[in-house]
């Protein structure tokens, strides 16, 4: 329900979108919700270690997508 009112409020196409967060519950939901890209980060915090994503694609920071 979150994903699909997100995009009919903005209207992108959910096949298409790159979605990245830290916690893969989020992430699991908008797989299964269409969207067509998920990435995690798996440290979040740099005062702390990288974290261990078993179910998605993963980076350790968004500087590594530029």
């Known amino acids: 329900m979150f994903w699909q009112g997100v995009q009919e409020r903005l209207g992108f196409d959910p096949s298409r979108t790159l979605f990245i967060d830290d916690s893969q519950a989020v992430l699991d939901t908008a797989a299964n ?34």
Do not use: M, N, W, Y
């Open 33 to 66: 919700s269409g969207i067509g890209g998920v990435l995690a980060i798996t440290r979040p915090d740099s005062r702390r270690p990288a974290r261990s994503v078993e179910r998605h694609a993963s980076v350790e920071a968004l500087r590594q997508l530029v």
